[in-house]
């Protein structure tokens, strides 16, 4: 299944949010301006007001499916989104670049079996 960066940064929101067993104060840190600007610069409400669609272009909100899920999850948990520079000197985002390089290409090295 193709898919994108986007999508990913999304998807392992979801899946950390998920993994929780009761409701948390939590501190996600991203490297995504996209994720993180959605809920700090309010973007998700005006995608919401606007019924998903940008303003600016009249285009459908992409990945939609996701975020819905995500608002789902941040109704249940106090998120607060903090972004960190993504390839710099920080050791837990180099740490999970790593591990989703790696992941990526043992994907391909299956695919090729």
């Not at 940064?9 to 979801?14: D, R």
């Not at 959605?38 to 669609?53: L, S």
Request: charged fraction near 25%.
């Amino acid at each position: 299944m193709e898919t994108t960066s986007n999508r990913m940064e999304i998807t392992a929101a979801i899946r950390a949010l998920s993994a929780l067993k009761m409701p948390c104060e939590v501190d996600l840190y991203t490297d995504s301006a996209y994720l993180e600007n959605a809920f700090n610069q309010n973007w998700i409400n005006g995608w919401i007001k606007n019924n998903w669609i940008k303003k600016s272009d009249k285009s459908p909100v992409l990945n939609q499916d996701l975020w819905l899920q995500l608002l789902e999850l941040t109704k249940i948990h106090s998120v607060s989104w903090h972004k960190v520079k993504g390839h710099a000197n920080n050791a837990e985002n180099n740490r999970c670049d790593q591990l989703a390089t790696t992941a990526i290409k043992e994907s391909l090295t299956r695919k090729k079996d």
